[in-house]
């Protein structure tokens, strides 16, 4: 292996095996530990009924408020090829193209990396990125990240290069990873910026690049068009700048709102310590090591991957800044992360005797340690397989449930596609569930005095209520562990004692015997 990624000459053909290799390593991976007969749920159902209405009536979806929605165009293309009545067939469609670009992302990464290593170290580039464990976990989501660093990857490939017609591809493809993401209009900012600069001495060459926004416009004109049809509004420029006058609002600008839109002393602090936790366990040690040697160069080419990569965290920044703390938002800097990770390595290893091996070393290592991470953060299957099938009992027996049974509730928007002939629409497999918020209750006699007009009818509880701060609900424990003192609570349904390692009670409202007790109270 030593001779075979720190050959002198690699020859093309090499080079495709190499590549044969790599991808199919990384798919065999990733489908070993495939969440199987779990179905999407929360943003990842969002596209999925959008592709699924747009592959049923070849229309544009009227009833979707979704700006980001050139993946589930892409998706829905793959949809109508399929003649399954299963909607988890779907879905695992769905997953399937995410996890595909998750490792396609492998070409453009080593072309993008040679660019400022050599081009045998290249090559390692997309070695640690494809068994990164947080990108091989995103990749099951089936949303949009892995098919958005795919083309922002590919773009920026073409982009550091001398050639002008691959940099006019490049904002072609920027043109696209904006439509998959709005988020990706402050790259494509940056990078007109940088090539501004570059041409600043040349009127020829400031030509070309107002040709390039030209380009790139006219990329973004037909969909941005058809979602102010559909929508109302473009989902680029908008979003982009409704985000910038919010912030320029709350933050300059004395607001008489009284809801708090912005967080700054929040955002900082979980921006800081998200950020360093994306960094475990693949980039700790060397990221920090690789920035200092890029400045250290003081190469233009460097420097300027290095201003793409801080400007590809402004929306991570600003998402903090809102409130909105989800590591997803650092996934785009994967790809700079991993080229600073290798640069450094090659700087500290050509130091010393028997730096090859060395690197190799480390590389496994690296390897090793984040294939071990993801094992063991790796969700649990077998517990979503049982909450998947809990909620098809849930969504039997019951209409109106809490809203602190959360993220766990989300599977109850699609249970009841379980039996329903495929494919249909959003609008016809609508869910009756409905989820009564508690959010300002204090006890369970106040939810459920208010949750009446909501439509509240039953109360689903587990162990999370007593183990975990993640549910909101504190009068909700004592139930699960004191049920006999609830006399207007009528248990229909224990996951334990129909066999489920996972244990969640569910309770149907007896209102009369309620009323009656706070009659006597």
């Not at 990396?113 to 990125?129: G, Q, S």
């Not at 793409?308 to 920044?317: E, M, V, Y």
């Not at 609570?489 to 969640?504: N, P, R």
Request: net charge negative; hydrophobic share 50%; aromatic share 18%.
């Amino acid at each position: 292996m030593n001779n075979l990624i720190f050959a002198k000459n690699f020859s093309k053909n090499k080079l495709i095996i190499y590549f044969c290799i790599l991808i199919t390593s990384g798919l065999v991976f990733r489908y070993i530990f495939f969440p199987y007969d779990i179905p999407l749920v929360l943003d990842s159902l969002g596209y999925f009924w959008y592709a699924t209405d747009l592959s049923i009536t070849n229309n544009f979806p009227v009833t979707h408020d979704l700006p980001n929605n050139f993946w589930p165009t892409f998706v829905s293309i793959f949809f109508s090829m399929s003649n399954s009545q299963d909607f988890m067939d779907y879905m695992d469609i769905q997953r399937n193209l995410s996890v595909i670009f998750s490792v396609l992302t492998s070409v453009p990464l080593y072309f993008l990396a040679k660019k400022f290593v050599k081009n045998n170290l290249a090559l390692l580039v997309p070695l640690i990125f494809i068994f990164e464990p947080r990108i091989i976990e995103n990749s099951f989501t089936g949303i949009t990240e892995p098919f958005f660093i795919f083309f922002v990857t590919s773009s920026l490939a073409l982009f550091f290069n001398s050639q002008k017609k691959l940099i006019l591809l490049s904002f072609v493809l920027a043109g696209i990873f904006c439509l998959i993401r709005y988020e990706g209009l402050i790259l494509t900012i940056t990078m007109f910026g940088i090539l501004f600069f570059r041409y600043r001495n040349e009127k020829r060459d400031l030509i070309f690049a107002v040709l390039v926004i030209v380009v790139f416009l006219l990329v973004l004109t037909p969909m941005s068009i058809i979602r102010i049809d559909t929508m109302g509004y473009d989902g680029i420029f908008s979003h982009v700048g409704a985000g910038a006058d919010v912030l320029t609002r709350e933050t300059f600008v004395t607001s008489e709102s009284t809801i708090q839109k912005v967080f700054p002393e929040l955002g900082l602090q979980n921006f800081t310590k998200l950020f360093g936790w994306i960094l475990i366990p693949t980039f700790t040690i060397f990221f920090p090591l690789g920035v200092f040697y890029f400045f250290k160069d003081r190469e233009r080419n460097k420097i300027e991957l290095i201003l793409i990569g801080i400007c590809t965290l402004i929306p991570a920044a600003y998402a903090f800044y809102r409130g909105i703390s989800d590591v997803r938002y650092f996934f785009i800097i994967f790809p700079i992360l991993t080229i600073l990770e290798v640069y450094a390595i090659d700087r500290i290893c050509n130091r010393l005797k028997k730096s090859d091996l060395i690197k190799l070393f480390l590389i496994i290592i690296i390897i090793v340690v984040s294939l071990v991470f993801f094992y063991v953060n790796n969700p649990d299957n077998n517990y979503e397989r049982e909450i998947f099938l809990i909620s098809k009992e849930i969504y039997k027996i019951s209409e109106g449930v809490n809203a602190s049974y959360y993220p766990e509730g989300a599977f109850l928007r699609v249970s009841q596609l379980e039996g329903i002939d495929f494919p249909i629409t959003s609008i016809d497999a609508k869910s009756k569930i409905v989820f009564v918020s508690s959010m300002g209750e204090k006890t369970i006699e106040e939810y459920i005095k208010n949750g009446k007009e909501n439509g509240l009818t039953h109360l689903i509880i587990d162990r999370k209520f007593i183990d975990s701060v993640e549910r909101s609900d504190n009068f909700l424990d004592d139930i699960f562990i004191n049920e006999e003192n609830y006399s207007y609570l009528i248990k229909e349904f224990d996951s334990a004692q129909e066999g489920f390692s996972v244990h969640v009670k569910i309770f149907r409202i007896d209102f009369e015997k309620f009323e009656f007790r706070e009659k006597l109270d």
